[in-house]
């Protein structure tokens, strides 16, 4: 790698796909292909054991459940020299929860620096911490986000981004902010920061398939948590409680888990889809006003489509991935590539464990690799914005729920241009104006509403 102070991006990530990286590229006759484009002009992520040493990094935490505990202790394993500066959430046992988690790692966060109610954010961001972390419930994110850049963070932000066009348009504006301050923003759209998948990218990139022509994509699981009314809660607190089932606070689940396989699909087509259409339902959900189910068929143009379907009810076939289809062949995206026959023509190969025997899977968990991505783009100074990205796929996500929600076929320019905007329009800690239209379940065949 250069020495000079200012290295170039491209060069840099092609040097580190090529001798830095975690896995072992599988040798057959689709390397042999002259004029391969390279992981420099594909913009692949570097693929790293640990972040290099720089200047000492302060973090500030905003949103402290299970998924934001999580992203902060992936943030701190991403290298050396990182620090907890900040805690924000909503509710002062959530930031305990996590306190206590860092007590067992000898590390401890002042109360001064610790941040509840629904303005903890602002707080967070008037201190000095470098980085911050977007963790809380998805509807929050374009206004945490808007507030970070203003502050001038580089940024974390977990996936959806957004749980409306109104939030995804606000998103794409900051990420423009973001990209002009030459703050740098990383999302937790995992897949694309996991080596298997990037490897396979490369070679479908490559030609290795052929033209993609179509796609199925899935995320079916059993039913996730959920929350009963307690006495003492009101309207708002029970809802942002339960925050998961509700679908102005999540978006639903096809934004909440299948985002991820949306999002591959979109990678590996090279493109957004067209318009969607589809359907769901709700059938054994107990709280909130999700759905239980979405069968969604986006349209990529000119013949090409991506079937997207995603279930979370208890005891059925469950699964979760992807398949594209191409001209020579087909991928499952992750880790193989096929003839039509079904013969395997390419295949990653895992890393060794400690005692020699293969692994079945990537040796650095990408909800580290991210993290390792953002502290190496600030330490080095190459710039990573991934904003916009993520918010064209949340936006697919989208799409592909308001077909299903309206039972209409929905346009990319419609839900670009939409004015739907999930959510009370003020947010307080009482009882909540109309609380029963929060907890109605949408009806295919109604008008997609503002």
């Known amino acids: 790698m250069s020495n000079k102070k200012k290295i170039n991006r491209r060069k840099f990530i092609e040097n580190t796909a090529i001798a830095g990286g975690l896995g072992i590229i599988a040798v057959n006759a689709l390397s042999s292909c002259s004029k391969k484009k390279t992981a ?90 470098d980085v911050v972390l977007l963790v809380t419930p998805p509807y929050f994110r374009p206004i945490h986000f808007k507030a970070a850049i203003e502050a001038k963070k580089h940024v974390f932000m977990e996936k959806p981004v957004a749980v409306d066009p109104v939030g995804i348009r606000q998103v794409i504006a900051t990420a423009r902010a973001a990209k002009t301050l030459g703050l740098n923003v990383v999302t937790g759209t995992q897949r694309r920061h996991q080596e298997d998948y990037i490897r396979t990218f490369e070679q479908v990139a490559n030609g290795a398939i052929g033209e993609p022509l179509a796609a199925k994509a899935y995320w079916n699981q059993e039913h996730v948590w959920f929350r009963r009314r307690q006495p003492s809660w009101t309207d708002m607190y029970y809802m942002l409680r339960n925050w998961n089932n509700f679908s102005w606070l999540s978006g639903d689940h096809i934004l909440d888990t299948h985002i991820h396989n949306i999002d591959i699909i979109n990678w590996f087509m090279g493109k957004h889809p067209d318009s969607a259409l589809g359907y769901g339902g709700r059938a054994r959900r107990e709280t909130g006003n999700q759905y239980d189910y979405f069968s969604i068929d986006f349209n990529y143009g000119n013949g090409k489509f991506s079937h997207s379907m995603t279930r979370q009810i208890d005891n059925c076939a469950n699964g979760v991935g992807e398949l594209v289809m191409g001209t020579k062949g087909y991928t499952n995206c992750k880790n193989a590539i096929y003839d039509h026959d079904g013969n395997i023509i ?85 009882n909540v104006k109309d609380m029963k239209k929060y907890e109605t379940v949408p009806i295919p065949g109604t008008a997609l509403k503002s």
Request: with cysteine.
């Open 40 to 129: 420099e002009e594909l913009g692949l992520p570097p693929v790293l054991d640990h972040a290099p040493k720089g200047k000492k990094l302060k973090v500030g935490l905003i949103g402290c459940g299970h998924r934001g505990t999580g992203a902060l202790m992936n943030f701190l394993s991403a290298g050396p020299g990182l620090e907890v500066g900040a805690l924000a959430d909503v509710f002062p046992d959530k930031i305990e929860g996590v306190r206590e988690r860092l007590r067992k790692y000898k590390m401890d966060v002042s109360d001064d620096v610790c941040f509840s109610g629904l303005d903890g954010y602002k707080k967070v961001m008037e201190t000095d911490v």
């Open 346 to 430: 390419w295949q990653y190969e895992y890393p060794n464990d400690k005692d020699g025997n293969p692994m079945k899977q990537v040796k650095i968990t990408p909800y580290i690799q991210e993290h390792i991505h953002l502290v190496t783009a600030i330490r080095t100074n190459i710039y990573v914005n991934e904003a916009e990205r993520t918010a064209i796929s949340n936006l697919t996500a989208i799409m592909g729920r308001e077909a299903a929600y309206t039972g209409k076929r929905i346009s990319w320019d419609e839900i670009m241009s939409s004015k739907l905007k999930l959510g009370p329009k003020e947010i307080t800690t009482g």
